[in-house]
């Protein structure tokens, strides 16, 4: 075998490595995702935050049917707010402050983005995480296939759960 035929095998392995491990980091996101919103929801459940704070937003989101919701909040939604939020509003944001102030401040806005009490104490945090995996993998598919995980997360245990 050539020397220029071992440069191409080891450079596909490489590039295939690098396929494997953004795989995973994506996999990874999508779990921490779900992960995240399961959390969220037995936190909810056990402390009787519903009842605390009815909210309407999360009541009409999980109106429509199943596959509208999927589309929407599972797939068009986490890519729209992943990019307003991690991508242009951290970026302008992070021009005038330090990173971890701008991570703070653009979550605030993700959180009351959200509409009502409920989803905004959960949104907060999550917007700290989402922003974490964009600043630590430098791209924003992590940060929005994170959000797809739990949103889909969401609507699968409603679904089940009605």
Known sequence: MSDDSNKKDSNNKGSGNMARCVALSLLGAFFIGAMMSLAWGAVSSLL?????????ASAYMFERPVP???ALYGIASPFVEEMLFRKLLFDLVNRYIPAKGAAVIVSVLFALWHADVLQMLYAFPAGMVLQYMRLRSGR??????????????AIAVMAVHI
């Open 48 to 56: 009787h935050l519903e009842s605390i704070f009815p909210g309407t």
């Open 68 to 70: 509208v919701q999927a």
């Open 140 to 153: 924003m598919a992590e940060p929005v296939v994170c959000h797809a995980g739990a949103n889909i997360t």
